[in-house]
Each structure stands twice: as C-alpha cells, then as structure tokens.
C-alpha cells in the first residue's frame, strides 16, 4: 500500500465532521491495509512508539519533495524502525541523514504528514473509538467484540489484523498476566441519590485523590501499570514487595495509590505523581528525586480481574469483590455495599472528611467494561471538575508580564476531531505554576504570536467550575463559568479528556441564569 493513500486517508478524515465519513474512510484503507502500521499512522503514532525524533530535528530537516509519491507503508515503517535503533558515536548526525533520506522520497503532504506523526500533532487518541467502528466495519465483525479484543490486547494494530482474519482471530484473545488491560472508568452522576436510583443493588467506595494503578501478579514477578498502560514497576518497589506478599498465587488487581500523612489523610497529589518518575507535580514543577525518594505508596484496591487461574472480567462485580476480599484483605478501598441513601449519604460525608474526593457508586451486577465511561459506574463529586486539553495561551501582562497566562480549554471530540473549544482562564495559577507552563507550553508550540500562542493539544489540566453556559462564542455552543485550574494531569493523555458531550451534559435543565446565552 503506498504511503500516500493513509496521507489523504488522514486529510479526509480531518475534513469531516460527520462520524460515520470518518468511519467509512478509515474502514475503506483498513479493508485494505497491507501491514498494521497503516493503523498506527492513522491514529497518529508510530509504529514504534516514540523514535526519538526531535521537534527542531523533524522541522530542520527539509529536503526537496519528491515528485511522484512512490514511498510504501512498509518503507516508511521500516525507515522509522531504524532510525529508532540508531545509537552511539556519531548518532546525531546519522538520525539527521536517515531522517534526510526519508523525506527525500517523500511528496509534499507525505513531508507534512510526517512531521505531525513524530511530533505528536496527528496522534488524536480521541480517534480511538472511531477507529474501533472502522475495523468493525472493515473485518464486518461485531463492534463490542472488536471493542473487548482491544481492552485485553492494548494495542489498536494488532485488534485490527486479529479482525481481519475473523470473529474467532478476535475471541482469541484472553486476559494475560503481565499484560495491561485497559482501565474500565466512571461517569459523573447528577447527584447521589439520582445514581443510587439509577444503579440499584450497588456498593459506593471513596473517591481517592491518587494515581490509577493496576497490578499483575504471577508467582513472584510482578507488574505495575499506570492508567496509561505504562510500567512502572521499578519506581514503586514497595507496592510490588506487597502484592508479591499477598495470599495467592496469580492476581490482577484494579485500584488506587497514594502517599498518606502521619493522620492518614492523602498527601498532596503531587507528591503521590512525583514517585511515579519524571512526572509533573501539580504545581507544574518537576520533584527532586531527594525529596519523595523516602515517600512509601499506599494502595487502595477496588477490582479483582484475575485469581489464582480464573479470570473474572465477565463475571458481576459482586462476585469480584468477594474475590477482591479474599486476595487484597485490608488493602481494599472503604466503601459500603447495598446502603439505603441515609447510609450512602455518611458514607460521602466519611470519605470528604477524610481528604479524599468524593465517592463512586458502582453497580453490583456490572462486568468490566474497559476503555469506556459507561453508567455502571458513576463519580459523585461536590464540585463540578472538567479534565480537559491546552489549546493555547495568551501572554499575560501586568505583573504577568512576559509569562503564558490565559489558558485556552478544549473538550475532547468523540467523533475523533481536534479538541472543541470551551472557555479561557487564568485564574487558580501561582507564580511556580507561571514560570512552569511558559517554558513547557513553548516547548509545545506549533504557532508564536504576539498575542496567542497556539499549542499541540497533548497536556491536560483540571479544571474547576461553577457550571457551564449556552455560548455562541465557542465552536461546542457551551461555555465554561468561573473555571479556575486546580493542577496538571501528568497522569492522563489527551485521549482521557472530557468530551464536549461531557460539558454540555452539566448545561441547566430547567433554564435560569445559568443557561443562557453569553452577550
């Protein structure tokens, strides 16, 4: 397949805003496809991952374009792969001429192309779900079992050639030890009792204010996985010395963790994120390895996937949590199961008392379904928060002066276009946090002007609101009231955003105020 059929893929794609073009455009090449790196470009990521490839180094290299596109998938993904495994003396240089070398052969829109692929402007993790239904399409395989295949292998590339190869490629597919699977993730709920009407027979667990950890367990070896799906296993030596100490042979667990204070109350979430190395603290600084290396993780479970042989993804998490009890004992989270709304009411009441963020109401006949906020779990919070992507800056003045201050906000596209635009603000930022994000938002810049700079939509920050508002300003219709950032999220991509659904969700039903336009 030539290399440029994925390039006009890409643009038509980019071109619509209808879901089912984009689901039919990307089903057409993956009909088609000759190698799985085809679903790698198009979702934005190479093959390989991250190669290594510098901004300034992918933008100074500008060879004239080819004339003709001759280049195939194959060529690109392999020229990719060795410039990869490129190393030692005179490694700069080499990377510069294979990099030279590849877009020598390319066409103009190949060149461009390429440069957003490694700088990490084309990946749109929001096109994930699109992509799922393209392969659907193309394999003509049910949707939920492509989707279930992907939550067990991870990786998009390899669920579509499984697909392709038919249904059973894809039943294929099992829970493995040691290998991430994809976390399952909750819904706000409108308000407590609406959820626990909602959900019925359900357990309501803390909220913690920590890092999303999931753990593998085969006799010794151990595992330690983000919520991204990145190892961590050697920079949490404690978590792993306790799981390889629990009573079971085999485990998979689904869960929390965080640093504690001597009262036992969370410790601030930048200090839980500075032990996970290389992380940005919620004030946009980078800790000093000195200062959390004594810091000791605690771990708070909620999920059994696996006991001892037995997977239980399909099994009611009823019957996960009694496995839960009997592997994780005191390290399972606090929660109440089947209370009435009095007993659920405490129970939010205990877990704010004690620092954390509110609770999640979980039905007890819910399987896992990873990789999507579905209703069977639902996050009850007292403060409406929005998680959502940095479109650009404005430079501030006054005693702002020469600093990034005023933060463009976007909400993720479900349909996999760029984020939608929703609010401005720069209220909630400290100086550390000032001098933080100029440096790392130029770092991320695609265009510098006087006025605005526009920035790859890659970091996430948290946001807190009063509420959103009927706007004809931005793009999505909504506007963000009274948003005041709360930190960074160095834990989530943009993939894990808020959808512009999401926002408009928290738009006041009955009208008011709240709901109407902006003048």
């Known amino acids: 397949m030539?290399?440029?059929e994925v390039v006009e893929t890409s643009a038509a794609v980019a071109a619509t805003r209808s879901r089912l073009a984009k689901v039919s455009a990307l089903a057409e090449l993956v009909r088609r496809m000759s190698t799985p790196a085809v679903v790698s470009f198009l979702i934005g990521v190479p093959s390989q991952g991250r190669i290594g490839a510098g901004y300034r180094t992918v933008f100074d290299v500008k060879p004239p374009p080819a004339a003709q596109p001759e280049l195939t998938v194959a060529e690109v993904d392999r020229a990719l792969g060795e410039y990869a495994s490129i190393s030692g003396k005179g490694s700069a240089q080499r990377r510069v001429d294979a990099l030279t070398a590849l877009f020598g052969r390319a066409t103009g829109p190949e060149q461009d192309f390429l440069r957003r692929l490694l700088t990490g402007e084309l990946r749109q993790g929001a096109l994930e779900g699109v992509m799922l239904d393209a392969i659907a399409r193309a394999a003509d395989v049910p949707g939920e079992v492509v989707r279930r295949a992907f939550m067990l292998s991870g990786k998009l590339p390899e669920t579509a050639v499984a697909a392709l190869a038919g249904e059973a490629a894809l039943a294929a597919?099992?829970?493995?030890?040691?290998?991430?699977?994809?976390p399952m993730l909750a819904s706000p709920a409108e308000s407590l009792p609406e959820a626990l009407a909602e959900l019925g027979a359900c357990v309501v667990e803390h909220k913690l204010d920590g890092a999303r950890i999931q753990v593998h367990r085969s006799g010794d070896e151990v595992h330690v996985f983000t919520?991204?799906?990145?190892e961590i296993t050697a920079t949490v030596p404690e978590l792993?010395?306790?799981v390889r100490g629990l009573p079971c042979t085999s485990v998979v667990l689904d869960g929390e963790t965080l640093a504690l204070a001597d009262d036992g109350k969370p410790r601030p979430f930048q200090e839980t994120m500075s032990r996970f190395g290389a992380l940005l603290d919620a004030t946009g600084t980078r800790a000093s390895a000195g200062s959390t290396r004594d810091?000791?993780?605690s771990p708070f479970f909620f999920d059994c996937l696996h006991l001892d042989g037995v997977d239980l993804l399909d099994e009611p998490l009823r019957d996960r949590l009694a496995a839960l009890r009997e592997a994780a004992g005191d390290h399972v989270i606090p929660g109440v199961v089947e209370p009435d709304e009095q007993r659920a009411a405490q129970e939010l009441d205990t877990a704010l008392a004690a620092g954390h963020e509110g609770v999640v109401v979980k039905s007890l006949d819910s399987v896992y379904a990873a990789g999507r906020r579905g209703r069977s779990w639902q996050k009850v919070k007292p403060v409406h928060t929005l998680d959502l992507v940095v479109l650009g800056v404005e430079w501030g003045s006054g005693r702002r002066k020469g600093l990034l201050s005023n933060l463009h906000l976007g909400a993720r596209d479900p349909d996999g276009g760029p984020p939608v635009m929703v609010g401005k603000t720069f209220k909630g930022l400290t100086d550390e946090l000032l001098a933080w994000q100029t440096r790392e938002l130029l770092a991320i810049a695609t265009d510098r002007g006087d006025w605005v700079v526009e920035v790859r939509p890659e970091l996430v920050i948290e946001i807190e609101l009063d509420g959103v508002q009927v706007s004809p300003r931005y793009p999505g219709g909504v506007a963000l009231r009274f948003a005041r950032v709360v930190r960074y999220r160095p834990d989530k991509d943009a993939a894990e955003a808020d959808t512009i659904?999401?926002?408009r969700a928290l738009l006041p039903k009955g009208g008011g105020p709240a709901a109407t336009a902006e003048p």
């Open 2 to 4: 030539l290399f440029t």
């Open 173 to 182: 597919f099992r829970l493995e030890v040691g290998r991430p699977v994809r």
């Open 227 to 230: 919520r991204t799906l990145r």
């Open 240 to 242: 792993v010395e306790l």
């Open 295 to 297: 810091l000791l993780l």
């Open 501 to 503: 659904d999401a926002v």
